[in-house]
Structures are given as structure tokens and as C-alpha cells.
């Protein structure tokens, strides 16, 4: 009986014995006269041509059919023998018709339509109800039928939906009673009005009953098909035909409601694409409309196999809703589809500072004290920001910890303020490398708390980071931007960089401690670097840990003559390298606080890695 294994199957099959058991009970075939027997099929057939037309009802796709009226007006009638033999002749009917639904469906749906009209049958009568005609006399009778009839169904359909969705029984009863109540009284008070059709004219009473619902279902038909033409023109962002703005929010609150019941995981993405304004300047806003729709088209592609709803937010944001996720699942999705954006190409886009699309992310998930909508809302545009902050083309998850902590611990505000003013002036021809010496620096602050390392050593880390490719200001722009593999010389003016940087920091006084971050973060673990070739020890050590963090942010941002890895494959590459370029004793902690925040945006406490000196 490997059928009865669970206890979805015991209930289909307990309701489907009793079914059986009470239809042989209450039904005798040989009974009926001739005229009864055309009566028979004329209910039936009316039930499945009404069953193929039902009338829908909006706003969820809801419908409407008409065999409950006509199984209570054969019942108020006819009696209960002549209604089931109607029942039997309908589902005949309806599996010859219906034959991919499966075998189970339709015992089901037979046996608790005979329970439901046997159960109905009996209390009707018991309460005094008499069969034969309508009478003013049977009015509480008909309420009784009515909502005898309506509870049994509620209760064989809900707890089917409980036993196999495993949800609650609060949740599943008080939604089919919410949906359910009006339409399905509304055709059990029908089935008096068919009653008293039948009552004078039996078959051509059936007939014009037919007429009026088949009639209404066209009209419903219509009706509804307008009405989800003007809903989705009303949800949707008229540019990308994405989700809008309004109807995200409405959306979002039910998924929050549905993540804080349930206790799921839930996260909410906004995004931007970075340096759109450039893209519109350059092109004009008819160039940037199809950039958004393209755009648009790329997120949705890759957020509907994952079951992620996509809105349009706003001008150049978008945004994700994504139910039962992680956001360790939700950095990983964000950070494939940023490599996607970056390697895939779009008109005009070699113009634009990194020499592709990218855009900039912030995560936040819904927590039990998550007190609305726009706390998570406002949360995620705070990572957003952070990550447009720290140079942009990355994806931050919300850390209500993280606003630059160890900044104001080492009192490095002025000193950094100055430092990036400096930058800004000395790189604004290449916008590429302020930013990426935006997201090493950054890095390097998060790497310096979990380092056996003093505060001057972290403040010259963290400064270094900030300034150690101010060098490249010498580098010509074509160079700099050039796609493609650069040639051998092209390459040895690129090494100059450390060089340069040197001599121009060397006319600040206040810099001079900065010296070896910038002139000798290139230099190789196994003495292959440049520009002295150092070997193992003999390189400063704050230059063998910026050389791994300038390393990993290269590899995991675009650049014009290389593709982006992710941050997998970026790890990968430094556990491969370690020893040969990388000094080992700095790789593993690094990969460690990459991951860390790459699970929860949050780097692990200051004691749990410490690296030898």
C-alpha cells in the first residue's frame, strides 16, 4: 500500500471510500422512469456545458461555476437519488472529457460531491424541508442546505490544501471563506431560482436557466479580460513593462506579511545603474529609454526562473523582491548577475567609465522586527548607497555596524578627506581607478580590523589603499582605456605607474609614510613583481597585504582588458596564486572575511583571525 504512505493519500482515499459506500447506500439506477431519465441528462449535460463556461470573476482569475445550483435545485425537486444519478452521468462525463487530469482528481471530486448533496439532502429534511416544488414554507430548510452544503466543501477542499501545502488551518480556512463566501452563495441562491424554472416548464425551464449563465459567462468573459488588460496597465512601468513602483510596494507588503507568518527568509534588492546620467548625456534620453528597456529585460530573464518579482523603482533603480532567500543566496544571485551585466554589451556603453554597464546594489532581509515596508526599503537604499559610495559596480548587504567604525577609532577622517581630495584632482581623467582605489581602500579598512596590526600600521594600510595607483595619472588615457590586451611596451609604461606615484607622493611630507604601499604593491610573493623584484619577507608587509586586496578587486571588477570574475572563481585564484605571488599567511584570512561578507555583510569579530606579523 505504498499509496497510504502519506497522509495526504489517506484522506483522498478515506473521503473517496466513503463516497463510494454512501453513493451504493442512497442510489438505485432501476428506479427511474424514462422521463426522469431525460431529466437525468439534461442536468447533467447542462452541468458540463456550464462547467466549460464558467463565469470569471476578478481580480485573481476566480470562476464561477453553475453545477452547485443545479445539483440543489435537483435536489429541492427531484430528491436525492435522482440528484446523484445526475452526479454519477456528470463525472462520467466530465472524466471522458477531462482525461489528463488524474485518476484520483476525479474519484475525489465524485465522492465529496456525493457526501456534500447526501449530507445537504438529509439535514434539508430533517429540519423539515419537503422535496417536489418551492415553497416560502421551506425557507429555513434552504438556509440550512445553503450553508451545510457550503461548510462541506470549504472543509473537504481546505483540509486537502492544509494536509498537502502543509499550511496552516487559520490561513487556508479564512482564505477560501474570504474568497469564496459571496460567489458561492450567490449560486446557491441560484439553484431557487432554477427550482422555480423548473417547477412549471422542467426542461425548457432547464434550458432558459442554461441560456441566462451561458450568456453570462460571455459577458463575464469579456468583462474580466478588460479588466486584467486595464490592471496590468495600471501595475506596470509603461517604458520596461516591468512591475511599477506602486504596485512593487503593494506586493512587497503581502510578501513581507506572508515571510514574518511563515518565519521564511525574505530580501529586498534596490539597484542603480551606475553612471547613467554620463550614458544620457552622451546619447540622449531616447538612447537611455532603450538602455533601460534592455536593461530591464536582462534582470527579468534572469529573476523569473528563481520566482523573483522585478519592478522598475524609479528613473535608472530597480528593484527585487526575493521570498524564501537567504542573503547569502541574494549576494550570490546579485553578484552573477552584475558579472552578466558587465560582460554583456550595449550600444554605446565604451564610453562610459568602466567601458561597460554596470550598477550598484544594496540587500536588506526582512527580520521578525522589521516594523514596515520602508524600514527594509530604507535599509536596502542605505547599502545601495554605500556601494555607490565605495566605487561603485559592487553589491553591499545592509550592516547597521559598519558606518566606518574603525575610521573614526583611528581619528583618520581629516587625513582621509584630504587624501581623497588629492586623489580626485590627481585621477579625474581616470575614473576607473578612483574608484577602484575607493573599493581597495574599503576593503582594506575591513581587512585592517582583523589583523594583528597596530594603529599606525592600519592607518597606513587603510591611507595606502586609498592613494597606492595616484601614479597612473602619468599613464595615457589611451592606454589606460585601451580594450584588448595591451602590447609589451604598453605594458612597461603601465609598471611605471608604482614609480610615478612614488615620486609625486614623495613631495608630501605627510605622505612619505605611504611610500612603500604605493611603490612596491606590485611586487611578487616568489620575487617575479616588480619594480626591484623583491622576494618573500624582503617586501613590506603592508605591501603584501594591499598586493591581495588590489588583486581580488581587480579581478572582480570590470576593466577594459579583462573580464570580471566572481568573486568564487576571484578566491579561486588567489588560493592558486598563493606562494607565488600572494604571501600565504594573509590569503586564507582574506578569503575568510571575503566570504563572511559575502553571507551576511558583516566581517568577523577582531579576534577570531590573527595573522603572525
Not at 18 to 31: E, M, P, R, S, W
Not at 181 to 189: A, F, K, R, V
Not at 433 to 451: E, I, N
Request: charged share 20%.
Amino acid at each position: 500500500m505504498q499509496f497510504l504512505k502519506t497522509t495526504t493519500n489517506k484522506y483522498l482515499f478515506l473521503v473517496s471510500v466513503l463516497g463510494f459506500f454512501t453513493f451504493i447506500a442512497f442510489n438505485d439506477l432501476q428506479i427511474h422512469s424514462s422521463f426522469e431519465w431525460v431529466i437525468i441528462f439534461a442536468l447533467a449535460g447542462s452541468i458540463v456545458l456550464l462547467n466549460h463556461y464558467p463565469i470569471l470573476l476578478p481580480p485573481k482569475g476566480n470562476s464561477l461555476s453553475m453545477d452547485s445550483s443545479i445539483y440543489l435545485a435537483s435536489l429541492f425537486l427531484f430528491g436525492l437519488d435522482l440528484t446523484l444519478a445526475v452526479l454519477l452521468i456528470n463525472s462520467l462525463l466530465f472524466a471522458f472529457t477531462q482525461r489528463k487530469i488524474v485518476w484520483w482528481k476525479h474519484i475525489f471530486n465524485f465522492s465529496s460531491y456525493v457526501l456534500m448533496i447526501a449530507i445537504t439532502y438529509y439535514l434539508y429534511t430533517l429540519t423539515g424541508g419537503t422535496t417536489g416544488g418551492i415553497h416560502i414554507n421551506n425557507s429555513v430548510p434552504y438556509l440550512i442546505s445553503f450553508l451545510v452544503y457550503f461548510a462541506l466543501n470549504v472543509i473537504f477542499i481546505g483540509t486537502f490544501f492544509i494536509l498537502a501545502a502543509t499550511e496552516s488551518f487559520e490561513s487556508v480556512f479564512r482564505e477560501l471563506i474570504k474568497e469564496a463566501i459571496s460567489p458561492y452563495m450567490s449560486t446557491l441562491m441560484l439553484s431557487l431560482v432554477l427550482a422555480i424554472l423548473m417547477s412549471s416548464e422542467k426542461l425548457f425551464g432547464l434550458f432558459l436557466f442554461t441560456c441566462i449563465a451561458f450568456l453570462l459567462s460571455l459577458a463575464f468573459k469579456q468583462h474580466f479580460r478588460l479588466f486584467k488588460e486595464i490592471s496590468e496597465k495600471a501595475n506596470k512601468d509603461f517604458l520596461t513593462g516591468l512591475n511599477n513602483h506602486g504596485y512593487f510596494k503593494e506586493i512587497l507588503e503581502e510578501e513581507v506579511a506572508v515571510a514574518k507568518e511563515n518565519d521564511k527568509p525574505l530580501c529586498v534588492v534596490l539597484l542603480d545603474i551606475d553612471d547613467f546620467k554620463k550614458y544620457n548625456d552622451l546619447y540622449g534620453h531616447i538612447e537611455g529609454d532603450h538602455l533601460l528597456q534592455e536593461f530591464g529585460s536582462l534582470i527579468k530573464t534572469k529573476a523569473e526562473p528563481e520566482n523573483f518579482t522585478v519592478a522598475r523603482y524609479g528613473g535608472e533603480e530597480f528593484s527585487i523582491i526575493m521570498p524564501n532567500t537567504t542573503c547569502q543566496k541574494a549576494v550570490s544571485f546579485m553578484n552573477e548577475l552584475r558579472k552578466k551585466t558587465n560582460d554583456t554589451y550595449y550600444k554605446g556603453v565604451e564610453r562610459l567609465p568602466y567601458g561597460c554597464l554596470s550598477f550598484s546594489a544594496g540587500i536588506a532581509e526582512c527580520e521578525k522586527e522589521t516594523y514596515n515596508i520602508s524600514e527594509l526599503l530604507n535599509k536596502a537604499d542605505q547599502a545601495m548607497y554605500a556601494a555607490k559610495d565605495q566605487g561603485k559596480n559592487l553589491v553591499h548587504i545592509y550592516n547597521q555596524y559598519s558606518e566606518y567604525s574603525a575610521l573614526r577609532s583611528l581619528s583618520l577622517e581629516k587625513e582621509l578627506e584630504e587624501a581623497e581630495q588629492q586623489l580626485r584632482i590627481f585621477l579625474s581623467k581616470d575614473v576607473y581607478t578612483y574608484r577602484h582605489s575607493k573599493r581597495v581602500y574599503q576593503y582594506a579598512v575591513d581587512f585592517s580590523r582583523l589583523l594583528s596590526l597596530s594603529d599606525y600600521e592600519r592607518k597606513s594600510l587603510i591611507l595606502g589603499a586609498l592613494i597606492h595607483d595616484i601614479g597612473k595619472i602619468e599613464i595615457p588615457r589611451d592606454i589606460l582605456n585601451k580594450k584588448g590586451k595591451l602590447e609589451s611596451h604598453e605594458w612597461e609604461m603601465m609598471k611605471k605607474h608604482v614609480t610615478w606615484g612614488k615620486e609625486i607622493i614623495s613631495t608630501n611630507k605627510k605622505l612619505e609614510d605611504l611610500i612603500p604601499l604605493v611603490e612596491l604593491h606590485h611586487e611578487r610573493y616568489d620575487g617575479n613583481g616588480y619594480p626591484y623584484g623583491l622576494k618573500g619577507k624582503s617586501i613590506p608587509k603592508l605591501a603584501r597585504i594591499l598586493c591581495i586586496i588590489d588583486s581580488f578587486d581587480a579581478m572582480t571588477t570590470e576593466r577594459p582588458y579583462q573580464k570580471t570574475k566572481t568573486f568564487g572563481e576571484a578566491m579561486v585564484e588567489l588560493r592558486t596564486c598563493s606562494g607565488k605571488q600572494f604571501d600565504p599567511q594573509f590569503v586564507e584570512p582574506f578569503i575568510a572575511m571575503i566570504k563572511q561578507l559575502d553571507a551576511t555583510g558583516e566581517i568577523l569579530e577582531v579576534d577570531s583571525l590573527v595573522v603572525n606579523r
